[in-house]
């Protein structure tokens, strides 16, 4: 039971602070399940808009935050030790994972998740918390902050893997890595 978390819990998308906050909304879900605790609209609201005005101090902005940022993130701000970045990873890593009782966060084209709850044509930059596997639909479950549709969301395993990449720690900062990284979170 991974808790969910939409990165507008209170509808405010046009909000710039919301807009932008999947990585933010991302780690509040791994925060929760690591803790074990649940998530309130109005709970998580002040914890993203928190964490965006730390970032602010620490990187300057708080739109996009790479998976090595992130993961800075969870450790120095929410004291989480859990967390692991792994570079190069396949699909059979992502599953690995997961068998081993960790949840993955991973940084995305979301364009090419062609998630239709998306608002066209979807962000350039989006990360999502993998919360487990179906093998036998070859499907990746996922909390996916993007879209109040998000929790248990389900993308084709080859559909969520080639939309991952890392991005840059910016404003929608031009994307150069096709590497594929994912962010791994134990209990």
């Known amino acids: 039971a991974v808790p969910f978390t939409v990165q507008a819990p209170l509808g405010q998308w046009q909000d710039p602070i919301y807009q932008d906050a999947c990585e933010e909304a991302s780690l509040a879900i791994a925060r929760a399940w690591v803790q ?31 998976i090595q940022d992130t993961a800075w993130l969870l450790e120095n701000y929410y004291e989480v030790t859990t967390g692991l970045v792994e570079r190069n990873v396949t699909i059979e890593d992502i599953k690995r994972a997961l068998v081993s009782e960790k949840i993955v966060i991973v940084p995305t084209d979301g364009r090419k998740l062609k998630n239709p709850n998306f608002k066209p044509p979807g962000p350039t930059h989006h990360m999502l918390v993998i919360t487990g596997y179906e093998s036998e639909a070859k499907e990746f479950i996922v909390n996916d902050p993007g879209t109040r549709k998000g929790e248990g969301y389900r993308y084709p395993e080859d559909v969520l893997y080639e939309a991952i990449l890392d991005y840059a720690t910016g404003n929608h900062a031009p994307v150069t890595s096709t590497d594929k990284v994912m962010l791994t979170v134990g209990h």
Not at 40 to 54: D, H, P, S, Y
């Open 36 to 66: 074990g605790e649940t998530l309130t609209k109005e709970g998580v609201t002040e914890e993203i808009r928190k964490l965006a005005l730390f970032e602010k101090k620490k990187f300057g902005q708080s739109v996009d935050t790479s």
